[in-house]
């Protein structure tokens, strides 16, 4: 577990060190001094420096790898410069290091390494002019690329941006930022290494879900026990018209996989005899359905249903009739166990005011992807891409519950307690992958460790290293998301040996 701040919580950390009594100049050169340290620079260095504090640490790295003894050359992107970076631009002419203004089109190919300090965490929008054509030459020069604290191009908030710098390292300085995981982060920053330069975060804006946070979330399993003991999952979902079957039995199969007890799928009644030869190890709950095999609500059955859980994933594949809302709003009213909604079930819950959840007695987790958020929040989907924490956590207050945000990073957030996972792979950009994630969050939500947040959170980061798994055996082109489920078992082992390496 490592912590993440916002941009604007390591500008103002950054500020109140400085006001405490640490110059400016000296966190720079503490900067460049872990840089120099971690880059692994070697042979001809180009560096280059844009105008800000990014370009300052920079100068700074060039005098300490022209003391190395290196060959550095410098290119400047701009005559301007922060105080801090005016001085150690200064000390570099004094020290008789080429500085070349930059000029479009210069070849960077000569370049052993470079060392990128365009732009910094806090840039956002897209580079252009010269600093535009610089990153395409970076990425054109077949150099070594170090990108000092985030890949220039990138926004550290959301990890977006086209025009982005491919590092092969990025040296993070001071804290994580949130755009070191999420959006573009993992096709373009390279290894990532974090460097503390000694600011004290003011706040901790999120932690990071890592494997060893992921292991401590499934406990240990006794030989005096029982399936109960290991929660009844229930997953409601399925239609005729949405391929309820397969859908139906994937999430079925991850969360037996995940560890789920028993699992208890509830599904229109003629998808039960498809489902059943797919799902052998769970138990199956036919649901009233009209003659086109969708959902019709009868208030036994879901009365039945909810005595028998102890979790709840809704809306897979269930279709939006307004059987589903009438369902999702008894359950609302009537589960006091967690309640995974997702897909259908959110548009379902679209058509609820937030006043359901707010005297609901379930815990309840919402699995939004950004259409899912911009429904629910009534706010564009690319404004939630640009500021993907904030717009969970607003969603998270709003509604009084647990939201999962999904993308190629996932944010987890009940408005307090704020997780970022970054695992998963090309290959989990495939239907279905999503109901595979909700079959897991239904068995680790039922028997796991933890807070509804961090469980969540974990659920996540165990999919995405099963998805790992399946791309490493067949390609990201070829993957289903049936391929995933068909590793949760062996994810879940690898994560149950770390947890006993950890406790030994």
Known sequence: MREIVSVQTMRDSDAACIAAGTPGRELMGRAAAVVEEKGRFHGHVGILCGSGGNGGDGYALALLLDARGLAVTVFTLSEKASEDGAYYRAQCRECLIPLVPYEAGTDLSGFTVLADCLLGTGFSGEPRGLTADAIRQINASGAYVVSVDIPSGLSGDSGLGECAVKADRTVSIGSLKPGHF???ARDVRGEL????????????????MEEADAAACIPRREHWSHKGKYGYAGLAGGS??????????????AAMRSGAGVAVAAAPRSLCPLIAPLVL??????????????????EEEWAALLQRVKTLSFGMGIGRGGAVKQALAYVLAHFEGRLVIDADGLFALSGLSPAALHESRAQVLLTPHLGEASRLLGVPAAEIEREPLRYAKQLAEEWRCTVLLKGSGTVVTDGTETWITD??????????SGDVLSGVLAALLGYGEGSLPKLAAAGAYLCGLAGERAELDIGPTAMTAGDTARQIGQAVRRLELVRDRATV
């Open 182 to 184: 999420l959006g573009r």
């Open 193 to 208: 290494v974090n460097a503390d330069i000694g600011i004290p975060p003011l706040a901790v804006d999120a932690r990071l």
């Open 240 to 253: 005729l018209p949405y391929s309820g079957a397969p859908r139906l039995a994937a999430m079925a199969c």
């Open 281 to 298: 190890e769970s138990t199956l709950l036919p649901l009233s359905e009209n003659g086109a095999g969708e959902l019709v609500f009868a």
């Open 423 to 432: 695992r998963g792979c090309a290959g989990m950009a495939t239907a279905g």
